[in-house]
């Protein structure tokens, strides 16, 4: 297998692959990769999905605005700084905080407001990832100020046209790919990602999305197989979803990056782990090296659906924990318990750029 530099044919090829045999050594080189860039740990970050009200009507997701089939929740702050205060105790190192995009005033004050207090209560001991979306500069400065320190802002897919037909009119390509450019040079380390196994996509158009992440220097990624939501309109086009081939090109994809990208942090995320009982363990082993255990208050989970199947939404972040651990220990992996586990990236560009 070619290791450099990494050609567009090449990447289609990796993402292409079926053979179980050739699979098998994609991802076993991808695993190698990972543990001489970035190491053995994996990093746990505690997920809280605060609030599934959104202004937006992305067609693909269970959460968008005129979606009425469930009911939507915001948590309080208390009810927030109680999952942080667990992952503190669980020693997770870092949390990500979640939710649908909302730009108001009050939404804006808010996030400033508890990313500043779960500072405080950890004694700054929990970094801060947020996800929430499309935001003005001066509101990224002002989270940024509060003490979040990582922001995860999928671009979706690479393929405007592609874009353009997951997304109504006024959802905006180029101002999605800007956001990224202010986190940046805000100071935040960026993540990025897509969806995999879109209606519509193509493996070139999946090997253009590892180029994108390149060409954009991001530190880290978050992607994840497409898994379809019954009452949203991109349903209808997903009528021959195949949960064994979105599996297959999430790890694809996984390995694909970590050879093309080797010192990011990439996330092995909830969606695998939705198609198969071991879809995260697998990650892991193709080059993943983040995981995002949900410790979301149990009572809030069956309302957070972006797609279907979502697992463990009837159980408790302790028993999460638990499983967890051992599922990755059982693979023989390290987990990285109160440690940040930043994209080892993201620090060698910064002092190459000193
Ligand atoms: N609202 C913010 C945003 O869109 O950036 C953050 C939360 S949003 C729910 C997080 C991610 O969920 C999106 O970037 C999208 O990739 C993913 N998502 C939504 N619907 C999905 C689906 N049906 N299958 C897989 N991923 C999905
Ligand atoms: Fe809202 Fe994010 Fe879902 Fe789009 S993907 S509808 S912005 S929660």
Redesign the pocket.
């Known amino acids: 297998m070619t290791t450099t530099p990494i050609e567009r044919q090449d990447l289609v090829r990796m993402i292409a692959c079926e053979d179980p045999d050739e699979r098998k050594k994609l991802y076993d080189s991808a695993y190698d990769i990972k543990l001489n860039q970035v190491g053995k740990l994996v990093y746990f970050r505690g997920i809280i999905e605060f609030s599934n009200i ?1 202004t ?1 009507n ?1 067609y ?4 968008r605005r005129e979606n009425t089939a469930f009911n939507r929740f915001s948590m309080t702050k208390d009810e927030i700084l109680e999952c942080a205060q667990l992952a503190h105790e669980y020693h997770y190192g870092s949390i990500v905080l ?4 909302r730009n108001d005033p009050d939404f804006v004050d808010f996030v400033t407001d508890v990313v500043h207090r779960i500072k405080l209560i950890s004694n700054n001991d929990l970094g801060i990832t947020l ?3 499309e935001q003005t500069q001066e509101t990224y400065r002002r989270w940024f100020e509060a003490g979040a320190h990582r922001y995860l ?2 671009i ?1 897919t690479s393929n405007q046209n592609l874009y353009r037909s997951l997304h109504p009119e006024d959802h905006d390509f180029d101002r999605r790919l800007a956001c990224i450019n202010i986190l940046r040079g805000i100071g935040y380390q960026v993540g990025t ?1 897509v ?1 995999i196994g879109l209606p519509g996509q193509t493996v070139e158009d999946l090997a253009d999305d590892i180029l994108f992440f390149r060409n954009l220097d991001v530190d880290m990624i978050g992607m ?6 019954h009452d ?1 309109p991109m349903a209808v086009e997903a009528t021959d979803f195949n949960p064994a081939r979105q599996l297959r090109l999430g790890l694809n994809m996984i390995a694909a990056t970590r050879i093309a990208l080797k010192d990011v942090n990439i996330a092995a995320t909830t ?1 695998l782990q939705a198609l198969d009982p071991r879809g995260r363990e697998l990650g892991l082993k193709a080059g993943a090296n983040i995981i995002m255990p949900n410790i979301t208050h149990t009572r809030y989970r069956s309302s957070y659906q ?2 279907e199947n979502k697992p463990c939404l009837d159980e408790n972040a302790g028993l999460c924990r638990a499983c967890l651990s051992h599922r990755i220990t059982g693979i023989g992996e390290e987990i990285g318990y109160g440690k940040w586990g930043d994209s080892p990236h993201f620090h060698k560009r910064n002092q190459s750029n000193k």
């Open positions: 959104c937006k992305c693909y997701c269970g959460i979640q939710a649908g995009e996800s929430l979306g802002i999928r979706e990602g969806m994840g197989p497409y898994i379809v939501h949203t969606a972006l797609y």
